[in-house]
């Protein structure tokens, strides 16, 4: 039972709509055009793009899923934000079919999944694979335990962008499972709501990250630039989440990328302290994590082992592709940001004014971290399992 005095003491940073998403404007040129073809010339269309440059194919297929995404979750960005417009809906819906089916069976390189695993098998092997997979143990992380300021305050921004709605993706997870693995969901989703405490709402650790690196419109600016690539395990984890067929494979989807969170947390730490960004406010959320994380990746696998009904083999291969999956995204997204990351000089540039809009760069970015710490609200503790 929620605790409903908790809500009347509101945080300082409450006062700010979240997540910070620009508002809807207009769909990109090419997604727009995309939704007026019919499904046949749709898949036409995908195949000659994928038939030529490689990079294109991707920057359409992850731009166009995000902007499906965003009219999903239903919030500023979404065209739908606050009202009902069947025709483009009904476009929307059909597209989102199409590039799903086109994702999954061409733009991803899914590793063989092991066949016909036994309930306990399957737990005992992804105990293995959720701590050791290629998705871990990325150079990215190496590479951030040593980049410079700059760098890993660019980061910071892509981590709040794939973050900021978690909550809404475990949500969204909860719906459809059963037994073991409905407690393990709900349990991490009380958790991302920071058991009914405001400020300890994992998204409220985000904005005290952004607050403490005056990053509001940063990420408002560079949002409208940010890669494709930054897209590609949103995209594939709301994709599992909205497909019914796909419920368990977001599970083991699930079960990866929280796996993942202690790991790459740890040596972004390291690199936040190397360079100085060492305030709580722009910490937390990743010690937080550390400590958290641990728990979530490993309840999400010990719940396999535990699950009755007991698990069918199709049920199984779910999960297991689920976890394949995750691999897949990981590993293409964080080979594209090293490149991107390591060879950027992101020192020395001035913002743009704002009617630069839609041509800004990588570089077009220009950081100044809050020299005083912030908002110290009553959010000093984390509880842990
Ligand atoms: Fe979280
Ligand atoms: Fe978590």
Redesign the pocket.
Known sequence: MLNISLLKKVPALQKYYWPPVNQFEEFSTNFSEFLKLGCQKQQHYLVELRNQEEDLYNQFLHNSLAQIYAYWLGYHDSPCYLQVDEEIEIKLCSAKFCLETELIKNGLTIEPIKQKLSQSDTANYLNTLAINNPGIDHPLFDYLQTAPKEVLLRFLLHEVMRNEV?DDEVSLLVSGLQGAFKMVAAS?LW??CGRGKLSNA?TYWLRRLLEAINGWQELATYRQVSPWFSKITSNIFMMLLTRPGYKLAAYGYFLMS?SA?APHFQKILAGLDRVGLIQEDIKIYFDA?LK??KY??QELVNAIGYQKPDLTQPEIDLILLGTHLYIAGATMQYDRMLPELSSQKLTGMKRRNNEHRGLLSWNDLNWQVSPSPILNDEVNSVDCP
Request: net charge negative.
């Open positions: 978690v991490n958790d991302e994992h929280e969170v994590h958290i994380d979530h990746g």
